[in-house]
């Protein structure tokens, strides 16, 4: 355990160095731009003859190389205490790629205000406004593709097994089995998740069962905990039983706490664990209440805008291969171009969507036959579906069957980003916490087409959907967009 410690505080000062000498470098591009530009604009000048037209005097700029070398470190120095407030160190904190650049850029901001604030307010050091601001935009570049590049270095290996420790999830109950499953999905850290304790053995000899059928063991009871962290190499638990007492809880933690070992605790309302809560501080305690979903009327609007100038401009642009795919569906068997199909929009209401046609005419007469051979909770999709088409395999695997769905966004009728909207047969197998889902406009892609795809269970997907309701922002719809082009491009998870 104190090796792996050691281990995290070198990778957090390895990090912190080469942030700070990023930051150095940042400054000093930007001081080399300023007198670079100087030359090229003086050069310009004498070679046009504008020189002596103008009169012009010649100008001697002093190149004041330590005072600049003075503001580099105080502007290292500003950057790494900002990347400190905003805990840029906390390693394990990483969520996304476009979420480190974001990060990179929030810090750069914030480091260039104190920066200015210190330099011109206290006059302390006087340097160039152009090198403050193009010292930003270099930080921006060179601190977020670093932090980027880390962060892809991280996952690869944690997705290969390469980890500082192990997790074990205690409470194998219907909160621990859903945050299995979440780590197994969507989580890198999904190869050091070892099993579940669990104070209650009956019938989890065999292992638990988490979902479509993946399992995993059960390693015994609480009072073996911490001979199975010391045993199996564990650094994190995860303590998942929301219906525990407190004494209990407090005596686990104790216990953890006791060996350094890292636990993280599922809050106690799982159920809505989709929604944005909100802290209330009265006193020494913290409160919790529900945030309603940010998509009000206003950030509608700027929703709506978005919708009809990419759908406009992306239709006018790939219309080329509208014709080209038109052609080739018609080549390769009879019926139509467009496949319409009801489905269920927000607020319940009924809208066709416009699909290019990857199936055989009589595709959903087929589809009563292979459903009896099919188990599934309420969609229907299936490997290997023998109703697809030659061509419409390969509008799937790409995603282009989905292009004419930028007519229903043209028209109102859906948004780029939001929940797949539903057949009203799938609607009415719904359970009443599904319903959520209808609360905001439905989309050609969302979070479960960039996180899985065809390879999540419905429930899965529901859940995605309405975190992705709960949670909404324009930088969430950014990220959707920007994710789904890789994930459209492997192919991976389509069918």
Not at 5 to 28: H, S
Not at 77 to 104: C, G, K, P, W
Not at 239 to 257: E, F, G
């Amino acid at each position: 355990m104190k090796r792996k410690r050691q281990a995290q505080l070198t990778t957090k000062i390895l990090v912190w160095v080469v942030d700070f000498l990023l930051f150095y470098l940042a400054m000093f591009l930007a001081y080399e731009l300023r007198f670079l530009l100087s030359d090229i604009l003086y050069s310009l000048v004498q070679n046009l003859g504008i020189h002596d037209i103008l009169h012009i005097p010649d100008v001697f700029i002093p190149v004041r190389i330590y005072t600049y070398i003075k503001a580099s470190v105080l502007y290292s120095a500003i950057m790494t205490l900002v990347s400190l407030h905003f805990r840029a160190y906390d390693l394990e904190q990483r969520s996304s790629r476009l979420d480190e650049f974001a990060n990179a850029a929030k810090i750069a901001i914030f480091g260039l205000i104190i920066t200015i604030g210190i330099c011109y307010f206290f006059k302390w050091i006087k340097i160039s406004r152009f090198i403050v601001l193009w010292s930003m935009m270099f930080t921006i570049i060179l601190v977020g593709g670093w932090r980027v590049l880390l962060y892809s270095i991280n996952t690869f290996l944690l997705q290969r097994g390469y980890n500082l420790g192990n997790i074990i999830i205690y409470g194998a109950g219907k909160a621990g089995k859903l945050l299995a499953s979440e780590i197994l999905l969507f989580s890198p850290h999904a190869k050091a998740l070892q099993g579940f304790v669990d104070d209650d053995p009956k019938g989890k000899g065999k292992g638990i069962t988490i979902y479509q059928g993946k399992k995993l063991p059960y390693l015994g009871k609480g009072g073996r905990l911490i001979s199975l962290c010391e045993k199996m190499d564990v650094s994190q638990v995860f303590i998942a039983m929301p219906s525990i007492s407190h004494d209990k809880l407090l005596k686990i933690i104790t216990i953890l706490r006791k060996n350094e070992i890292t636990f993280r605790i599922m809050p106690d309302v799982f159920e809505v664990i989709s929604f944005k809560v909100k802290p209330y501080q009265i006193g020494s305690i913290t409160l919790y209440s529900l945030v309603g979903s940010r998509l009000n009327w206003f950030f509608r609007s700027i929703k709506r805008l978005a919708d009809f100038s990419i759908s406009s401009i992306t239709i006018a642009v790939t219309s080329p291969i509208w014709l080209i795919i038109a052609l080739a569906i018609k080549l390769d068997s009879p019926g139509p171009v467009f496949f319409r199909q009801e489905r269920v929009g927000e607020g319940n209401k009924i809208f066709r969507i416009f699909k290019f046609r990857s199936m055989q005419q009589n595709a959903e007469a087929m589809k009563e036959h292979l459903k009896r051979l099919k188990k599934d909770e309420v969609l229907f999709k299936q490997k290997d579906d023998p109703r697809i088409t030659r061509v419409g395999r390969f509008l799937r695997k790409t995603s282009l069957d989905e292009l004419p769905q930028l007519l229903n966004v043209l028209l109102g009728h859906m948004s780029i980003i939001g929940p797949r909207p539903l057949t009203p047969k799938e609607v009415e197998r719904f359970k009443p916490w599904h319903y959520r889902r209808l609360q905001a406009p439905q989309g050609i892609t969302g979070l479960p087409q960039v996180r899985g795809r065809s390879e999540l269970s419905f429930d899965e997907i529901i859940k995605l959907d309405l975190f992705y309701i709960e949670n909404w922002s324009l930088w969430l719809d950014i990220k959707i967009l920007l994710m789904t082009l890789p994930s459209v491009f492997t192919m991976k998870g389509a069918y």
